[in-house]
């Protein structure tokens, strides 16, 4: 099953670059995009929606911006994960949007891979936020890998791949392997963390800090 995301933002060519890059995820489905607040609540109205990525400021929209629309957003929708994704990283604005309820927030200088992450972590129930202490003192992120190695190095990597938003036959082909043996390697990884669902194992990935982590030296 595909995370069903809308994507939101008042730049025309950002706009269009994240729907090219996002749409070549196959486990993400794009319902489609808004310019500004109107076009957005308007799309809400006829599409359900798993995870919305959209900036923090788009004026002229019907429904405003900022924390108003997300307030609203987060009232009249609130099974909805909400990523913002935007220029302004200011850490008293990221505690507000915390406590409104927003699943995560990423600067738009973050790499395209990093947002992947964070809309299937949210997905499965995590938040992220990139500043210490937004929410019970700590961000939605521990950096401690070490339940990971029970993998070995061809299972950590396969994973490591999957969750950066490769498919089983573009890690196949880019590790020279078979359909076959990446998906064995990847479902064998998923037993021994004991999780059974590709949401979860992005989860686990994005909050272990697997996918940013070195593989392993044992085979």
């Known amino acids: 099953m595909k995370i069903r995301l809308l994507l939101a933002d008042d730049h025309p060519a950002l706009l269009s670059g994240l729907k090219h890059e996002l749409s070549a995820i196959p486990t993400l489905e794009i319902l489609g995009t808004a310019a500004d607040s109107g076009a957005l609540v308007e799309m809400l109205q006829s599409n359900t929606c798993d995870v919305l990525v959209t900036d923090y400021v788009m004026p002229g929209g019907q429904y405003g911006d900022g924390m108003g629309l997300l307030s609203y957003l987060r009232r009249t929708h609130p099974q909805m994960k909400i990523v913002v994704f935007t220029t302004m990283e200011n850490p008293a604005l990221t505690q507000e949007m915390a406590k409104l309820g927003v699943n995560a927030l990423l600067g738009k200088t973050q790499h395209t891979n990093q947002l992947i992450s964070a809309i299937h972590a949210v997905y ?96």
Do not use: C, W
């Open 124 to 219: 499965a129930g995590s938040n992220y936020f990139p500043t210490e202490d937004v929410t019970l003192g700590r961000s939605g992120i521990t950096q401690n890998p070490a339940s990971n190695l029970a993998l070995t190095k061809r299972e950590f990597e396969v994973v490591r791949l999957y969750v950066s938003g490769l498919s089983i036959n573009e890690i196949a082909e880019q590790l020279h392997r078979t359909k076959q043996t990446i998906s064995s390697q990847k479902a064998s990884a998923m037993r021994k963390l004991g999780i059974s669902r590709d949401a979860e194992l992005f989860r686990f990935a994005f909050e272990s800090g697997m996918a940013s982590s070195p593989a392993p030296t044992q085979q």
